[in-house]
C-alpha cells in the first residue's frame, strides 16, 4: 500500500525549516503532498504561483514530491490526496497548542487521517517565513534561512 503524506502550509516563503521537514517526511512515506494554502482572507508576499514555484525549485532533487494548492479545509484536501498523514513541523511550545486544536479537528472532519508532528531542528527552532520577511525588507542577510537555490528570487520578491 501507498503512504502519502501532506506537509500543508502558507510557504510564504519557503524557508530551510520547510526543506528539513518536507525531507524528512519523503523518508519516512512514499509519496509526500506539498500543500500551499491560499486562504483569501490573507494577504500573502509571494503569490501562490510564486510560492509554488520557489517550492519546486527548492525542493527539486527530491523525487517523490509534488506541490499543489488548496483552499478549502486540510482535511479534505487530505481525502482528494488519498493522504491518510499530515505532516506538520514543531517548533515550540508555542506551536503546541493550535497543531494539537487543528489535529483534534482534522480528525474529526477526516477520521482516516493521522496527523504526524516532527520536531525542528534545533538551529532552525526560531526560524519561520515572517522572520525572512521581516529581516529581508530591512536588508539584512536571509543566505542562512532560506535555500540558496531561491535566495535570489525571495530577495528580489520582497524589495520594495
Ligand atoms: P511559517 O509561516 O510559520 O514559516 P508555514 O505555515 O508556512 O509556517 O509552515 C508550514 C509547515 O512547516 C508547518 O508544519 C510548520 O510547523 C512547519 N515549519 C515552519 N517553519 C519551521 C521550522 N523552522 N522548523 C520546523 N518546522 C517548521
Do not use: W
Request: aromatic share 8%.
Amino acid at each position: 500500500m501507498m503512504r502519502t503524506a501532506i506537509c500543508p502550509g502558507s510557504f510564504d516563503p519557503v524557508t530551510l525549516g520547510h526543506v528539513d521537514i518536507i525531507t524528512r517526511a519523503s523518508k519516512m512515506f512514499d509519496r509526500v503532498i506539498v500543500a500551499v494554502l491560499e486562504n483569501s482572507a490573507k494577504k500573502y508576499a509571494f503569490t501562490k504561483e510564486k510560492r509554488m514555484k520557489l517550492l519546486n525549485k527548492a525542493l527539486a532533487e527530491i523525487p517523490n514530491i509534488e506541490v499543489i494548492t488548496f483552499d478549502g479545509l486540510l482535511a479534505d484536501c487530505a481525502k482528494r490526496f488519498d493522504a491518510a498523514f499530515i505532516v506538520k513541523g514543531l517548533r515550540a511550545v508555542s506551536d503546541f497548542d493550535y497543531e494539537f486544536q487543528m489535529a483534534l479537528i482534522n480528525k474529526k472532519l477526516n477520521p482516516e487521517v493521522e496527523t504526524v508532528f516532527l520536531t525542528t531542528k534545533s538551529e532552525y527552532m526560531y526560524l519561520s517565513s515572517s522572520v525572512v520577511r521581516e529581516v529581508a525588507r530591512h536588508n539584512g542577510d536571509i543566505s542562512q534561512f532560506v535555500p540558496e537555490v531561491v535566495l535570489k528570487d525571495i530577495e528580489d520578491g520582497l524589495k520594495d
